[in-house]
């Protein structure tokens, strides 16, 4: 009985947490996914100083209801907005600028290992996605290729940013590191799911043209 009990509140606790934060750098992105997700449509968006939010009709049988937070990516906002959000979040996607990657891999890594080291240390685990975007440009990245490189990143992160203080309170569960120790790091790893997918929020036909975010949009159908 009390394991029926506590599966209920924990069950209420999953089911309370409906927010959907968007994270990433600035240009990744994250603006234009969270408006063509919510209408549909292009629009030209420019960076953003404060977060947005909006309720979000999931593509399932359950006419289920998510809030999309978009939130800032400016290097002086991105953690203080997190940690702000972070406790709602039933799920967070991580946006990648597919095209820019390649200059940029050492300021995703380092963001991606905060946000991973927030979210393993809140008490409902949030779903966790990297949405490799802006694949409709010719020189972007294969999702299966940022994921080796961010791993790679990460574990030489580690050695850096295990001595380094966290953000995270001092009631938080969230490991001194990713990864395991002695072992090269691999996303598989963590304590949490990370998965991985292309998208475009653009589209590969102009601004007019439909967004290629049909994965994105099964994904939050499945965790919903």
Known sequence: LLTLVFWKFIRSRRSSQRAVLLVGLCDSGKTLLFVRLLTGLYRDTQTS????????????????????????????LRLQFLERFKASARAIVFVVDSAAFQREVKDVAEF?????????????????????????????KSAKLIQQQLEKEINTLRVTRSAAPSTLDSSSTAPAQLGKKGKEFEFSQLPLKVEFLECSAKGGRGDAGSADIQDLEKWLAKIA
Request: overall charge negative; glycine content about 6%; aromatic content about 6%.
């Open 49 to 76: 100083i404060t977060d947005s939010s909006a309720a979000y009709k999931v593509n399932n049988n359950r006419g289920t209801n998510l809030t999309l937070i978009d939130l800032p990516g400016h290097e002086s």
């Open 112 to 140: 991606l290992y905060q946000v991973l080291l927030d979210s393993i240390g809140l008490k409902n685990t949030p779903s966790f996605l990297i949405a490799c975007n802006k694949q409709d440009i010719t020189m972007a």
